[in-house]
């Protein structure tokens, strides 16, 4: 499963940017999918999952603020991001593991995107 992650930019504080990630190489229906960020100094973080029941889940920071979709083909994940904040600044990946749940350790998925970075100035 190869993955590519695309939509990253600067924004101010207050603004949206939506990520996209193209899933290629399998039958993308079989796996979970989710995102993560890492900024600098910090360890890679979970921020939206997706089952593959449909299920999502939100990092509590990003909770209200954040949205994770999949679209028709489900070959494109999707991370709709409102309301940015500084502390949102980080690489963004794209990442799968193929079960049906999405595991909570962010070492348990197989698959990951090169990333793309976000930047929030305040």
């Known amino acids: 499963l190869q993955l590519v992650e695309t939509g990253g930019g600067s924004v101010p504080a207050g603004g949206s940017l939506r990520l996209s990630c193209s899933a290629s190489g399998a039958t993308s229906t079989s796996y979970c999918m989710g995102w993560f960020r890492q900024a600098l100094g910090k360890e890679r973080e979970a921020v939206a999952t997706?089952?593959?029941?449909?299920?999502?889940n939100y990092a509590d920071s990003v909770n209200g603020r954040f949205t994770v979709t999949q679209d028709n083909t489900l070959h494109t994940l999707n991370l709709q991001m409102n309301n940015l904040k500084p502390e949102d600044t980080a690489m963004y990946y794209c990442a799968a593991v193929r079960f049906w749940r999405c595991p909570a350790r962010v070492d348990q998925y197989r698959f990951w995107g090169q990333g793309t970075q976000v930047t929030v100035s305040s």
């Open positions: 997706l089952d593959v029941d449909g299920t999502t």
